[in-house]
């Protein structure tokens, strides 16, 4: 019988008082020390809040100047005549955060309808010790700027026009009536329901524009766009595989990509003008559009899948035609790739 | 001699007059707070585009607040609630669903004079939600609005029936007599039928005739109803525009929560001769709570009914129009109008490329009213509303304007669930007797009864009662009084109008100082 089984089996009434005392007590040890433990790691984390409100004017525009140093920034409509601003910051293991935390990071300054809120590093919070989110809720006619070194940003509901840049982290706006423009350096753009223009650029990162009335002018060094339902728009993919997609371009169109894919589904309302170094141009019109057609390639091939254009053979290398009696110029240019008309 | 008698006796009576008017006045409504100036159409007037409509309140309960579906659903309703219709089906100034920037709008979101969408129906009370819903913010009550939008000099803001909607784009209307240019808005429902029996129903006041932004409807020679006639002859009962502020957190309250507040009040309500009654859905029995009778069960349905009642926007809700003739409707306008979007194409503006953009307005305007806040009362109060507020329950106001109800514990909405409600009303009908009374039956709502009007908010309206006849709170307040009369039961409010009349002026003076602070 192996000594293990033999110790199980041995009748425990033996030892019983004593042992059974002692496992008690060092049970009991245990979940003390392990408590004590558990409650120093979140005494040593630990989380802490701010809520501020301020009565502002309701007859003036806001002007909203915020600077966040790291952590994620929320701006949305709330009410007129105030702004609520709440912060919720949450340590990680090995840092602490307490209610001294925000009144040491953070600024708040307010001189009538100019609003100035500044969060600065704290060099015994290090960044990524710390996650801090920020909830501002202001009125609907507010202007706002916004910087945030690392972290997300999202405006959301108000009247604009919104300057946000951020270094490294995703910028959203949406339901923004005037002009956005917005700037990444690594991050993703997604920008919808802009009443005016919106300008976008990233160094690396997707970007995504759609319903802007009044067109977009975006630029990736490397990712893709995606444009939907946009007026006036330009659009350039920098460098690398990128992809452009465009669906309901309403105005004139200007895309460019390099290896990556141009993709365009819209009825043409004005001119486009399509250019890719070596990715594939792909247009896509209702069949009884009418537009000029004028497409080339160098090294590629142009593909005609349509009933109202003559299908052009595989030597061809530029084709031009009045489809449907013409309208509309639509340029199309590819170094290296394919240009296919549906 | 005798001509100093009679300046001696000229003086007593005038001395006499002016110690009545000072017992009489010694109360005073103190007014819209903030002002009409500062408030709705008193801020376009200035330049300044009217506020738009709160967003719900994190829950005070947890702490939650709107999520960002919500918020979105709520901010898409505002761009809905705000369009300007146009006539025809695809004759919009600018995109359908569009916002109108940089063409001289004081408010891209709520355009005066640039169409934004399409449908209104050839009878209509209103081309766009909002100018009938402006006081003190996008969203309220019925409110003032300048009548000459894009003008360089506005003029004075006005009832907006007085003249912007009846005759913007060139529609021929005659102005009833009843719309006044400082006047409540006013729909009207005619109480019989020419034959004498019960009508009830909404009349639109205006139609489409004349259109200048309509090449569809050339030879549309639609006339109005003859309201000076009906007027006359005392068939038109009026209502005016409730405020749509707080309405999700209505219809979060349940059924047994409305009952137990009124179970709770019953020893106190009987000695003063209140009862009321929930006015309930013919379909399920439920609580119906919406509408100055109570009449509406649900947000959904009462946007769908304001859609083609107001503004003669058939949609999924009330499918069929209440004019059809053809001259007037355009020859390529779907009925319903308003629908679930299924286009094909982008033309609309409206591709699948977002899911709130499948949604038509209507639906979007249920969403927007359901995450609108209540509205905000005074946050400093003065001293006298605090006393105010003691003595409007002291007296027995609050046995039907009750001060606060519970919505339900789980909802889909956690932003909804489980809050407080402080709406100042007990959501049932009451006999109001013969001075109120319209005639008017709707569902189990009889001609004298209406809903307990809720009072948050009542401190920035501008009119009161179902048919905006004063925008004096104290006069408000006696018109609760009726005695019985051969036709209705007295008021159910007539034991605590008497407590009222037994109270100071002073003590007066603090109920409309509360009331104004709400």
């Known amino acids: ?342 | 001699m005798k001509e100093t008698r009679r300046f001696a006796q000229g003086l007593a009576v005038s001395c006499i007059l002016l110690l009545s008017a000072g017992m009489a006045f010694g109360q005073n409504d103190p007014g819209v707070r903030g002002g009409l100036s500062n408030t709705g159409g008193g801020l376009q007037q200035q330049g300044i585009p009217i506020p738009h409509p709160p967003v719900i309140s994190a829950n005070p309960t947890t702490g939650k607040p709107i999520n960002d579906n919500e918020l979105a659903s709520f901010l898409e309703g505002i761009a809905r609630a705000g369009q300007l219709e146009s006539t025809c089906d695809d004759c919009a100034d600018v995109t359908d669903g569009s916002a109108v920037n940089n063409l001289g709008e004081l408010d891209s979101m709520f355009p005066q004079f640039h169409t934004n969408s399409n449908g209104l129906g050839a009878r209509h009370n209103a081309d766009q939600c909002f100018a009938c819903h402006a006081q003190p913010t996008l969203g309220g009550s019925g409110g003032f609005l300048v009548p000459n939008p894009g003008d360089k000099i506005p003029q004075q803001a006005e009832n907006p029936q007085f003249r912007l909607i009846p005759h913007r784009y060139g529609r021929q209307n005659v102005v009833p007599s009843f719309e006044h240019r400082f006047g409540p808005i006013r729909e009207v429902r005619f109480k019989h039928k020419p034959d004498g029996t019960p009508d009830g129903g909404v009349h639109q006041l205006w139609t489409v005739r004349g259109s200048i932004n309509d090449s569809t409807i050339p030879n549309c020679s639609l006339t109005q109803p003859d309201f000076e006639a009906e007027y006359k002859n005392g068939n038109l009962a009026f209502r005016i525009p409730l405020q749509m502020t707080g309405l999700g957190l209505l219809e979060s309250i349940q059924d047994r929560e409305i009952l137990s507040q009124h179970d709770a009040t019953a020893s106190l309500r009987a000695p003063l001769g209140i009862t009321g009654h929930p006015n309930r859905s013919g379909n399920d029995g439920t609580i119906t709570r919406f509408g100055w009778k109570a009449q509406n069960k649900s947000i959904t349905i009462f946007a769908g009914e304001a859609y083609n009642v107001e503004m003669g926007i058939t949609n999924e809700a009330f499918p069929t129009a209440t004019e059809e003739d053809p001259d007037c409707q355009g020859s390529s306008k779907p009925e319903p109008n308003d629908v679930v979007r299924t286009d094909s194409t982008e033309i609309k503006n409206q591709k699948f490329d977002n899911p709130l953009h499948i949604l038509p307005d209507w639906q979007q305007f249920q969403m927007l009213m359901r995450f609108t806040d209540g509205p905000a009362p005074d946050p400093n109060p003065s001293d006298s509303a605090k006393r105010g507020r003691t003595i409007f329950a002291d007296i027995g106001c609050s046995l039907c304007h009750t001060p606060q109800m519970q919505t339900a514990p789980v909802m889909n909405s956690a932003v909804l669930q489980n809050r407080p409600v402080n709406s100042y009303t007990d959501l049932l009908v009451h006999h109001m007797g013969s001075k109120l009374a319209d005639d008017i039956s709707q569902g189990q709502a009889g001609p004298d009864e209406f809903r307990t009007t809720p009072l948050w908010g009542v401190g920035q309206r501008i009119f009161f009662l179902h048919d905006g006849r004063t925008s004096d709170l104290l006069q408000a307040i006696r018109e609760h009084f009726s005695p019985a009369s051969p036709n209705y039961p007295a008021s159910e409010a007539n034991g605590v109008v008497r407590k009222f009349n037994q109270l100071s002026p002073a003590e007066k003076q603090t109920i409309l100082d509360f009331l104004r602070s709400l």
Not at chain 1, 126 to 154: M, W
Request: with cysteine; glycine share 10%; hydrophobic share 35%.
């Open chain 1, 1 to 342: 019988m192996p000594p293990s089984l033999e110790r199980r089996s041995s009748p425990r009434p033996a030892v019983g008082h004593n042992v059974h005392t002692t496992w008690c007590l060092g049970w009991f040890l245990g979940v003390a020390i392990t408590s004590l433990a558990c409650f120093q790691q979140s005494r040593a984390q630990g989380t802490t809040e701010i809520h501020r409100t301020l009565v502002v004017p309701a007859t003036e525009i806001l002007i909203f100047d915020v600077e966040i140093a790291s952590g994620d920034l929320q701006i949305l409509y709330g009410r007129d005549g105030q702004v609520s601003i709440s912060g919720y910051a949450k340590a990680s293991a090995e840092a602490k955060v307490d209610d001294t935390f925000f009144p040491s990071v953070l600024t708040i300054d307010q001189q009538g309808n100019h609003l100035n809120v500044r969060q600065t590093p704290s060099p015994a919070h290090p960044q990524k010790a710390v996650s801090i989110f920020y909830r501002i809720q202001v009125p609907y006619r507010t202007e706002v700027t916004s910087k945030v070194g690392q972290g997300k940003q999202n405006i959301i509901g108000i009247l604009g026009p919104v300057k946000a840049a951020t270094l490294h982290g995703n910028i959203t706006a949406s339901y923004v009536s005037k002009n956005v423009h917005a700037q990444v350096d690594d991050g993703n753009l997604d920008l919808q329901e802009i009443g005016e223009h919106v300008e976008a650029t990233t160094g690396s990162g997707n970007i995504t524009c759609a319903r802007v009335s009044q067109g977009v002018s975006a630029e990736t060094i490397d990712g893709d766009i995606y444009l939907a339902v946009v007026g006036p728009s330009q659009a350039s993919v920098k460098t690398g595989t990128g992809r452009l997609e465009v669906r309901a371009a309403r105005g004139t169109f200007v895309g460019s990509t390099q290896a990556g894919d141009l993709h365009i589904t819209a009825i043409p309302h004005d001119a486009w003008r399509l250019s890719s170094a070596s990715g594939n141009i792909r247009v896509e019109l209702p069949p009884t559009a009418k537009f000029e057609l004028d497409a080339a390639v160098g090294s590629g091939k142009v593909v005609v899948d349509r009933e109202d254009i003559a299908k052009p053979n595989a030597e061809v290398r530029h084709i031009h035609d009045q489809v449907n009696g013409g309208g509309k110029l639509i340029e199309a240019h590819s170094d290296a790739g394919t240009i296919v008309i549906r």
